[in-house]
């Protein structure tokens, strides 16, 4: 199991995929990564936004409702693990703890993913489907403003008056 965490939720329009972006913890370098982009609808894209965002709002969402019975019930979220992709359908089981029991549930990976980050249990994926389902992910360099000014003052320093001549 590869260690997720949620790299950005890109919501689109209503009627309209969003992306849900995840990328493994153990792999995030300094240059280079690997994501796992998760198309999803407006709906769960919402709901995710207010997970994400540990919005509370005046009334339980349906994902509030199932974690208070869960907590009700004595039993928390443990994790949840990625563990199939067919095609751009992911599937995930959302595995809940029961004292010293396991309870594994099958659950879409939005629903999962909403309910863990609620209560800041861990994202996992098995090592078959991110080689499956991820992209390589290049970051940029941060500019490097001292660099950028040595090579400015390189520059007009190499400067002659011939360098202006417009004719």
């Known amino acids: 199991m590869v260690p997720l965490r949620v790299l950005t939720l890109i919501v689109t329009g209503h009627n309209q995929p969003s992306v849900l972006v995840l990328e493994p913890i153990e792999e995030a370098a300094a240059d280079a990564s690997r994501i796992v982009p998760i198309w999803i609808g407006s709906t769960e ?14 009334r339980p969402l349906t994902h509030d409702l199932f ?5 009700n019930l004595d039993a928390r979220i443990d994790h949840v693990l990625v563990d199939n992709v067919q095609g751009q359908t992911f599937f995930a089981k959302l595995v809940l703890r ?26 996992y994926i098995t090592e078959e489907v991110l080689e499956r389902a991820s992209f390589p992910y290049l970051f940029r360099q941060p500019r490097n ?23």
């Open 45 to 58: 894209a919402a709901q995710l936004g207010v997970a994400i965002e540990h919005a509370r709002l005046p």
């Open 67 to 71: 974690l208070d019975a869960i907590t």
């Open 98 to 123: 029961a004292g010293a029991r396991l309870v594994e549930l099958d659950a879409r990976p939005t629903d999962a993913f909403a309910l863990a980050i609620r209560q800041q249990a861990p994202l």
């Open 145 to 167: 403003e001292e660099v950028e000014l040595q090579e400015f003052r390189t520059f007009i320093d190499g400067l002659t008056p011939e360098d202006f001549d417009l004719e």
